[in-house]
Structures are given as C-alpha cells and as structure tokens.
C-alpha cells in the first residue's frame, strides 16, 4: 500500500532559494564582508537559539511579541531577533579575551514571528558590523562612513543616509520629567513616517501619557525643518542647559564636518530629527538608509549607537555602535530596479560533451581554465548539441565551448559568445586569451 504523499509547502513568513535568488545574496553577502574587513572588523557567530531572559525586554515590547518561544527539555529558550543583543551577550562573555575595543561583524538569519509583506520575511539573513567597547564619536563617524562605503560598493550612488542622535530626544525628555514614558514616546514617534502627526500625538497622549503640548512641542523637535546649520542651531537653543541634548547636538556637528572634510557629497547624508528607531536600546547616533529611486521600501541598512544593553550581562561598561544591512529589503528592491542579472550558475563558462569518447578531454579542459581562476561547469552526458545550448540559456552561461571529433583531430576549441551570439573556432594555447576578452 503506498503512503498517502506529503503536500509540500513553506510557512507563512518562510521560502525556499533557488539558485537564481541565491546567488545575488551570496554575492551581496560577500560585499558586506569586503567592506567590512576593510575597515577592520572580524567574524564572530552566536547561536540561533538563547535563553529567553537573554532577548526578552532588549529590543522593545514589540519584539517581545514577535519572538519565536518555546520550551526545550525543560528550558526556556527564543530564537534570536536580531544579531545586537546576543553580541552583548557575547561581549559579556568573551571581552576579557577579545579586549576592547573589539570591531566585529556577523552574518546571520534571525527569525522575528511579523506580517510578512514585501521585502519582509519571518525568517531573514542580517549582515551586521558593531564596535564595542568605546564611546567615541570617531567609532559612529566611522559607521556613517561604512554605510555609505557598502552601498557603493553594491552600486549604488542615488541613496540617503538620514542621521539622528537619541541624546537630543532623550535630553528634551529629561527637561519635561518625561524620561520614564520615553519608550512609549518613542514608539509613537517610530510611526511618523506610516501615520498622521495627529495620530502620533494622539498615541503620545494615550500611551505615553503626555499632554497635548507636550506632545507637540516633542513631535516639533522631531519634524525641524531647514538646513543642517540651521537645524543644530535651533536644536542647540531649545536644549540649552541640558548636557544630554548638548552633547547630541555636538556630536552631530563634528559627524557632518567629517562627512564634508571625507568628500562625501552633503545630498548623501541627512540630518533627519524625526527618525527615533523604535529599538529601546538606542542611546546616541541613529542612522536609517533609503533609495532615492524606492524610498517606499524602507530603509535598507540601519542602526545605532547603544551603551547600556551589555549593562544586563555584565558590570564592565560595554558601550556599543553599529548597523545592520537589511539583505532582503535591499534584494526585493534590487530586483524591481531590475539590478539583478537573471542567472542561476556561479559559473559563466559551459564545457558541453559531444562525443564520450573524449570525456576525460572535456573534463581536463575544465580542470585546466579552474586552475587559471575561472568557474566552469562541464555538461555530465552526451546528449544532443540542441539540449546542452537549451541546459546553457536557462541557466545563463555566458560562454559555451564545443568540441567533436573534427575539432580534436585539428587540436581547436568552438567558443560561443552567447550574448553576442557569436561562435569562433580557437586554438587550445589561446583559448585562455579569448574567453577573458569576452568575460571583460
């Protein structure tokens, strides 16, 4: 009797990658990576699992609905939401050995239980890069610097790095004796780019228990308007007296004269007050990226300065700053952007088999051109010439070499520019020469 078949089918929130859509991510991953050694940073990773007192009330009561909880041979254990607060755990556990200041980066899939919807998942890779173990100023100049870098580095040059620093709200809380609604504030002023300020007021009201001109003298502050000078200057004004919000507004100031005095062009960078991250843990610099071209997407790389999250692991002081590349944020917008090429081989190079009793020449030939750095696939069977082009345009080979008996008896090689649409025959001492002019 046969077994009744299994419908196969993903969670809601979950998929599959084919190559197609793997290999982009392989290679944006790659680039994080290049960029983030550049600057420095080593690899570490933590596991997927951690007790659940580890990650609950880190990131903000939102987080704490959306965590995957569950009960393991009688513990209680989450999976990670994001990479920050095991880093923090980490660094509690491993900076005796690792020494401070330690600049790190992790790419890893975290799982977070939201409405799936464009670009959003409930189980996604983060590429994160932090520096702990310092306050400085220098450690979040050097972000912004690393943000824009990346995004360079993936081809972009239409983008906007839009700059807060928590100190400036957190400074105008403490003037109003506000500071222990902060986290209800901030998660009303997290909406202003999804809902009315009315709404945001409103929530302010309800939540956080502030009275309307409360509400609205915080929520002018996050929306100022005019330039980066003036801005500062008026932010400097209302905050005068107050070391927490004077500090923020000096720190913004040195960042922009070091985005100008680094070349970076001013449109690039923006001082945006009413971006707040709804994370809790953010205490300073906040930085959130968009694409001129689909700012509707979200931000595609973010985060922030945080010095109190290592607090809950250890009584060394671990002040902390960095950011995390949102992988398929950005690939759901590269692909509508069509900045994907449609490919699904890692090897540009197509070695097709005419006749088996040349196989072990077929198979040579490929192991020669990997010896000289190039990724080539050969074709495993001798079927119909027809079939193998079939097998090369599917899967977007850009070159595809040919050889039967008439090609072996001359000592040449067939090589097929299949975009140009051209074939040449060519000798094996040039063969190397000809497929690197078409790769170029």
Known sequence: MNKPLITPRTLKGFRDYLPSAMIPREQLIETAKSVYRSYGFSPIDTPALEYTEVLTGKGGEESDKQMFRF????????????LTVPF???????????GTPFKRYHVGTVWRGENPQKGRYREFVQCDFDTIGT???AADIETLFIIHDLMLK???????????????????LQLHNLESQSAAILRALDKLAKTSPEAVIQEMQEQGGLTQQQAEEILALMTAQGTTAEILDSLES??????RGTQGVHNLRELFTAV??????????????????????????IYETFLDQMPGIGSVCSGGRYDNLAELFTTQELPGVGASLGLDR????????????????????????????????????????????????????????????KYANRH?????????????????WQVKDMQAGTQTAVKEEELLDVIQKILA
């Not at 850009?398 to 039967?404: D, H, L, Q, T």
């Open 71 to 82: 009960e393991q041979g009688g513990r209680d254990v989450a999976m990670r939401f994001d």
């Open 88 to 98: 923090a755990r980490f660094s509690a556990q491993n900076i005796n050995e690792l």
């Open 135 to 137: 306050k400085s100023n």
């Open 154 to 172: 993936i081809g972009f040059t239409d983008f906007k790095i839009r700059i807060n620093n928590r100190m400036i709200l957190n400074g105008l």
């Open 238 to 243: 209302q905050l005068k007296g107050n070391e």
């Open 260 to 285: 100008e005095r680094a070349g970076i062009p001013a449109e690039r960078v923006v001082l945006d007050t009413s971006i707040a991250r709804g994370l809790d843990y953010y205490t300073g610099t």
């Open 330 to 389: 950005l690939l759901a917008a590269m692909q509508e952007l069509n900045l994907l090429s449609e490919v699904s081989t890692p090897a540009p190079i197509l070695v097709t088999q005419m006749d088996a009793a040349f196989t072990p020449e077929y198979l040579r030939l490929g192991r020669d051109l990997r010896q000289a750095g190039l990724n080539v696939e050969v074709y495993p069977d001798t079927k119909a010439i027809k079939k193998q082009f």
């Open 396 to 412: 977007g080979f850009k070159i595809v070499i040919v050889a039967g008996s008439d090609e072996f008896e001359n000592q040449l």
